[in-house]
C-alpha cells in the first residue's frame, strides 16, 4: 500500500497534467507535499505553468485571471527570481493595456485596470498613469459642462505626469476648438434671449449641447424659450415649429362627458396605436430600465431575448439621454463599462444579440426613439420605443418622432401639468367628442382625425 503523501501526489501529479492548476496546487498545499523532494520538485512545476498561464490571460485582455494565477504562483513556491521577473513583466503588460484603453477614450474601463494592478505592484510607474487617467476622467467631466478652460488645466497635469501619451494632446485640441465653438454660441445665446427671439434661442442652445450636454446656461436657456414659445399666441413660421409650439400653448380641456378622465401622466408608460404605422410604447420616466422580459419583471422595456432582469438604464440628464449598463452592453460596437451619453443615431448591443438604434430626431424636442434592429421585440409588443420628455411629434416628416407617410401635418402629443393632450391643426375628434384642434386625451382614447387615427392603451 502506498504512503499517504505519495497517493496525494499521484492525486496532484494527475491534475497538474489535465491543466487543472488550481487544483494541483490546493493538493500540494493542504497535503504538505512541499515537506517531500519530490512534492517541491511538482511545486516548481506547477508554479511555472501558472505564472505562464497568467502571461497568456494578460495577453488576452483578463487582468483580473491573470493576477489570480500569478497570486497563485507565488503562493506554492514563493517569491522566486523567475516569478518576480513574471511579475514584471505583467505589470508592462498591463501598464501597456491601459494606455490603450486611454488612447480608446475608455478612462473607466483604465481606472479599474490601474486599481487591479496597483493591488500587486504599486510603483511610482503606475501612480503616476492613475493620477493622469483621473486628470483626463475629470477633464472629460469639465467638458460635458462646459467648463473646458478647467478641463485643459486638468489635462495639462495628466501630460505633465504622461506626457508620451497621445491621447492628451488630442484631447488638449478638441477641447480647444469645442471652447471656441461654445463660446461664440454662448455670445449668440445671449443675444438670442435679450433679443427675445426665443424660436433661434432654442436651435442655438441645442447646438451648444451639442458640444456639452450638461451646460448649465443653454440648458436653463432653453426650457425658458420652451415656456414662452409655448405660451406664444402669435404663430410660429414653420409647420413644425406651430405644432411644437402648440405642446405648451394654452389649457384645453375635454368636455366633461368624456369618457377620458384618467390621467395618462399617471401611468409612467402606454401603448399608442397608430393606424397603418404600427404600435409603440411610451416611457414617460425620467429613467427608464430595461431587461429580459420573465414573469414579474418590473422592468419599464421588457425584451424577449437572453438579457440579465435588469441588463441596463436610460436615464434623461437635461436634454441629453444618458446609457448606464448593468449587464453586457456595447455602443457602436464598442464594450462599455461606466455612463456614456448617446447621441442620435448610436447603436446599442445588448448581450450578444440585441441590437437597438438610439434616434433623437427632433432639434426642438428631447423626446427620442428606440428603434429594434434586430428581430427581438418588446413585452407588450412593440414596433418602436419612444422615450417622451415634454412632446411628440407624429406626422409626415422625416423629424418627427413617429413618421406618418400618409398624413398632410403634423400632431402633438404633449405634456401640460399632469395631463396628456393632442393637438392639431385641423379640427379632431376625442373618444367622439369634436375638439378645435386639440384636447385631453386618457389610457385608453381614440382620437380621430381627417386622414388619420390611433389610440392610447393602458397597460396593466
Not at 415649429?241 to 384618467?262: F, I, P, R, W, Y
Request: hydrophobic share 40%; with cysteine; glycine share 6%.
Amino acid at each position: 500500500m502506498l504512503e499517504s503523501w505519495r497517493f496525494k501526489l499521484r492525486q496532484a501529479e494527475d491534475a497538474m497534467r489535465q491543466q487543472r492548476l488550481a487544483e494541483a496546487a490546493r493538493l500540494i498545499h493542504s497535503d504538505k507535499l512541499l515537506n517531500y523532494a519530490p512534492g517541491k520538485k511538482l511545486a516548481e512545476e506547477v508554479s511555472h505553468a501558472l505564472a505562464q498561464r497568467s502571461v497568456g490571460k494578460m495577453d488576452d485582455a483578463d487582468a483580473s485571471g491573470a493576477w489570480l494565477d500569478y497570486d497563485l504562483a507565488v503562493s506554492v513556491e514563493g517569491m522566486t527570481q523567475t516569478i518576480g521577473e513574471v511579475g514584471e513583466h505583467l505589470e508592462y503588460l498591463a501598464t501597456a493595456h491601459v494606455e490603450r484603453l486611454l488612447d480608446d477614450d475608455d478612462i473607466a474601463a483604465a481606472l479599474t485596470h490601474l486599481d487591479l494592478l496597483e493591488q500587486h505592484c504599486r510603483t511610482p510607474k503606475t501612480t503616476a498613469l492613475r493620477d493622469a487617467a483621473r486628470y483626463m476622467n475629470s477633464a472629460r467631466d469639465l467638458s460635458q459642462r462646459g467648463r473646458f478652460s478647467e478641463a485643459l488645466t486638468h489635462l495639462e497635469n495628466a501630460a505633465r505626469l504622461k506626457p508620451e501619451l497621445q491621447t492628451i494632446e488630442n484631447r488638449q485640441n478638441q477641447y480647444q476648438q469645442q471652447m471656441q465653438n461654445v463660446r461664440q454660441l454662448e455670445d449668440r445665446l445671449f443675444h438670442n434671449v435679450s433679443a427675445e427671439d426665443w424660436s433661434q434661442a432654442l436651435v442655438t442652445a441645442d447646438q451648444i449641447l451639442e458640444f456639452a450636454p450638461e451646460h448649465q446656461m443653454a440648458s436653463d436657456a432653453r426650457r425658458r424659450a420652451w415656456l414662452v414659445v409655448g405660451n406664444d399666441p402669435q404663430p410660429v413660421q414653420s409647420q413644425a415649429q406651430e405644432s411644437l409650439a402648440a405642446s405648451n400653448h394654452g389649457t384645453a380641456v375635454m368636455n366633461s362627458s368624456a369618457d377620458s378622465s384618467a390621467q395618462v401622466t399617471g401611468q409612467p408608460r402606454f401603448l399608442l396605436w397608430v393606424d397603418g404605422v404600427g404600435g409603440f410604447l411610451v416611457c414617460q420616466s425620467e429613467e427608464v430600465s430595461i431587461g429580459q422580459a420573465v414573469p414579474g419583471s418590473d422592468v419599464d422595456i421588457a425584451i424577449q431575448a437572453d438579457l440579465s432582469r435588469r441588463h441596463a438604464t436610460i436615464r434623461r440628464d437635461g436634454e441629453g439621454y444618458v446609457l448606464v449598463p448593468q449587464g453586457s452592453v456595447s455602443v457602436n460596437g464598442r464594450r462599455i463599462a461606466d455612463r456614456t451619453l448617446l447621441s442620435d443615431g448610436d447603436e446599442l448591443t445588448l448581450g450578444e444579440v440585441v441590437r437597438l438604434r438610439f434616434c433623437k430626431p427632433h432639434a426642438l424636442s428631447a423626446t427620442a426613439r428606440l428603434d429594434f434592429i434586430s428581430r427581438h421585440r418588446s413585452q407588450p409588443t412593440a414596433d418602436s420605443v419612444l422615450l417622451m420628455a415634454e412632446s411628440c411629434v407624429l406626422g409626415p416628416r422625416l423629424q418627427n418622432h413617429v413618421i406618418c407617410r400618409d398624413w398632410s401635418g403634423d400632431v402633438v402629443l404633449f405634456r401640460q401639468d399632469a395631463n396628456i393632450f393632442c393637438r392639431s391643426l385641423e379640427s379632431i375628434e376625442i373618444d367622439g367628442q369634436q375638439c378645435e384642434g386639440r384636447g385631453q386625451v386618457g389610457t385608453n382614447s381614440r382620437v380621430v382625425g381627417d386622414d388619420f387615427s390611433m389610440s392610447l392603451e393602458a397597460i396593466d
